[in-house]
């Protein structure tokens, strides 16, 4: 069994939240929907690796999970593949089993719909409140605003932004548009996300993404700081 210990301070928050949108998820569907969710979780739970964001099984292997026949796994398999869910890293070679990444920011953008079921701290640290209706103010209370840096237009967030977007829309949507740019000091970058759930995810899931794009751009970019508000 792989480890499934994930990285960082928030990691055991990261993998219930995302574990809690998928069963609230199937139980929002049909009993297609619900078998299916309940395989990818039996994956996650049973052998995915955390540390390294891959998933090495065989399909005999995840046959003997599911009990079922391995012409069902490569049926099942092919339809999370096709819902963006997962992805083939490493295809099977001699004495090797295929290797696969989980696509966890895609499915937090798919099961959107039934966070604010899962409490109003779920939905505030994924994000969901952005964009929604302002409560009615009280006048007894002086509100205090937050400052949040500008970022130019021309400025070099904003090409990353634009490169990452033409590579992972999706990434992009959910994730990488919560993101403003912080100071910078030196080879270093610091991006402020608007949780600390956000910036733990990004971190852990898209951290060398970020870095990557952030090169593309100014390629004396060396790091990237990720903080929560």
């Keep these: 069994m792989l480890p499934t210990r994930a990285a960082g301070r928030n990691a055991s928050a990261l993998k219930y939240d995302i574990l809690s949108a998928l ?106 409140g952005q964009g929604a209706p302002e409560p009615a103010a009280d006048p007894t209370v002086v509100p205090f605003k937050r400052v949040v840096p500008a970022v130019p237009e021309a400025g070099v967030w904003h090409q990353v932004l634009g490169l990452l977007q033409e590579r992972d829309a999706a990434s992009a949507r959910v994730w990488f548009a919560q993101l403003v740019e912080g100071e910078r000091a030196g080879a270093s970058v610091c991006l402020v996300a608007p949780s600390r759930f956000v910036a733990e995810y990004v971190r852990t899931h898209l951290g060398g993404q970020l870095l990557n794009a952030y090169r593309r751009v100014d390629p004396s970019v060396q790091a990237v700081k990720i903080v929560g508000a």
């Design 23 to 128: 069963g609230a998820h199937a139980l929002d569907g049909d009993k297609h929907r619900q078998k299916m969710v309940l395989r990818i979780m039996v994956l996650v739970t049973t052998r995915y690796n955390w540390q390294s964001a891959e998933l090495s099984i065989g399909r005999a292997e995840i046959a003997r999970l599911w009990s079922v026949d391995e012409r069902t796994v490569k049926r099942e398999m092919a339809k999370l593949r096709a819902s963006g869910w997962m992805r083939v890293k490493r295809a099977p070679a001699k004495g090797r089993v295929t290797v696969y990444e989980i696509d966890f920011d895609q499915i937090l953008s798919d099961t959107r719909a039934v966070w604010a079921r899962l409490g109003p701290d779920f939905s505030e640290r994924l994000g969901a």
